[in-house]
């Protein structure tokens, strides 16, 4: 393993306005990570962590792989830069093959951008330039679902459901609707997939009956949850939201930036549930998160719909000054080598079994409320502590003191390790998990 090298700490963190961070309470007390490899990450002091969330749910294939950091420099040593604004470069249109081979369904052709925020708003301009370009401008309102996170941006932020991320910002983008949540207390530590819940797919009619469907353009919903502390669909959901965008010619928009490259142990959330959407937005591990990559990935009927202008006439007017950035496509096009040659996706749906006794286990422990899990993620919740978030803090901060990588959203914790964990560091997330939430009863 790789020794860790003792990394100097800047003695005055003022400067950096950190995101998503209790900036104030984090500098009094930092918990910093200075080097990474496999599925651990080393502090500064040298103290070992390992990873439970594979970074931010995007460091699927595992920290520092020589042939991703090969790509990239031999990348940056051919060409740093070109733009795709009217000129291309050989490794965007390769990388966009590759992605369309693997998707499921005609989901053919691929947008590129730098984000998750930013695949979400570029799905949703999609989406209002494919109805405008068919005659159908007056479908420009989304739907999208309580506690979904579609990252961000405005247009993000309209459609998710994550009252904090939306309350500070204003009016937002007009038009929005919202679906109800999915997580129902009768379904309370199931295994995978919930029994119960079906039916709430069906709000979209009552949203479709208040507007009327030709005023609405797409529907936008993670498959599974996450940042709300993962939240698997009811059985049957996701395809019964797609039979009534069909039968309403509403777009369905997938967000696969967390479950899209192997998270539920296929490649997409859309093989998992048997559903495919009409545009997908994915980010995190298309690149490993070595390079910021995101992207979109639309059926034929929606490609094609946009291509209906004089061929001289720009077809879309959005992108991004590195959009397939050149590096970006290098790391990724490394990455589906390593998911391919290492058959991650199989691994992780091999693994999920265990993972799910073991997250299971932690049932019984003290303010355990509920566990969720689907592939290679879970979700734990804990009952609150005073103010919503007290515990769920508590134990995240616990957990990283002995050595473990969490993520907390209120009191519920969420983990999401590399695909290419083993049985052994699962059973220590679990031990430390356990002792983290003992550790705050
Ligand atoms: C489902 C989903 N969509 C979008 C985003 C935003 O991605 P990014 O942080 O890369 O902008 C995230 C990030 O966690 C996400 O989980």
Redesign the pocket.
């Given at each position: 393993m790789t020794p860790p090298k003792s990394v100097p700490v800047a003695n005055n963190m003022d400067a950096f306005l950190m995101p998503f961070t209790a900036n104030r309470q984090f500098k009094a007390n930092p918990r910093l990570l200075a080097r990474a490899k496999g599925v651990h990450y080393w502090t500064p002091e040298g103290r070992k962590v390992i990873d439970g969330t594979a970074g931010?749910?995007c460091v699927n294939a595992g920290h520092g792989r020589e042939e991703i950091k090969a790509a990239i420099a031999q990348q940056l040593e051919e060409m740093d830069y070109a733009p795709s604004f009217q000129m291309g470069h050989p490794k965007s249109f390769e990388l966009a093959a590759r992605h369309a081979a693997m998707l499921p369904g005609d989901l053919n052709h691929a947008f590129y951008c730098n984000?998750?925020?930013?695949?979400?708003d570029s799905a949703l301009k999609i989406a209002l330039a494919y109805h405008r370009a068919n005659g159908q401008g007056t479908r420009t309102r989304f739907v999208g679902r309580e506690r979904g996170?579609?990252?961000?941006g405005f247009g993000?932020i309209s459609v998710g459901g994550m009252v904090n991320n939306r309350k500070w910002f204003g009016a937002l983008l007009p038009g929005v609707d919202h679906l109800p949540h999915t997580h129902l207390p009768q379904n309370a530590f199931s295994k995978g997939e919930p029994e119960h819940g079906v039916h709430l797919a069906d709000a979209l009619e009552g949203i479709v009956g208040l507007h009327d469907a030709s005023n609405i353009a797409a529907v936008i919903v993670?498959p599974c949850a996450?940042?709300t502390g993962f939240l698997p669909p009811p059985k049957g959901y996701l395809k019964r939201l797609r039979e009534i965008c069909d039968k309403h010619g509403i777009l369905l928009i997938f967000?696969e930036?967390?479950t899209g490259f192997g998270r539920l142990g296929t490649g997409f959330a859309a093989e998992k549930f048997g559903v495919i959407p009409d545009l997908m937005?994915v980010?995190?591990g298309i690149s490993n998160a070595t390079v910021?990559m995101?992207g979109v990935f639309v059926r034929k009927h929606v490609f094609d719909g946009l291509m209906q202008g004089p061929e001289n006439a720009v077809d879309l007017f959005h992108g991004y000054t590195y959009s397939a950035h050149p590096l970006a496509c290098a790391a990724a096009s490394a990455v589906l080598d390593i998911y391919k040659d290492e058959a991650l996706f199989q691994r992780a749906g091999e693994l999920s079994s265990y993972w799910e006794e073991g997250v299971h286990s932690l049932k019984g422990l003290p303010n355990v409320t509920d566990i969720r899990n689907l592939g290679l993620a879970c979700g734990i919740d804990l009952a609150p502590e005073g103010a919503v978030g007290t515990r769920g803090y508590k134990a995240f901060v616990k957990a990283f003191d002995i050595g473990l990588m969490m993520r907390q959203s209120g009191d519920a914790l969420a983990m999401s390790p590399p695909l290419v964990i083993e049985k052994g560091q699962i059973d220590e997330i679990i031990e430390i998990t356990g002792k983290a939430i003992r550790a705050v009863a």
């Open positions: 931010l749910w984000s998750g925020s930013e695949a979400v996170y579609h990252g961000v993000g993670e996450g940042s967000d930036v967390i937005t980010a995190k910021p995101g």
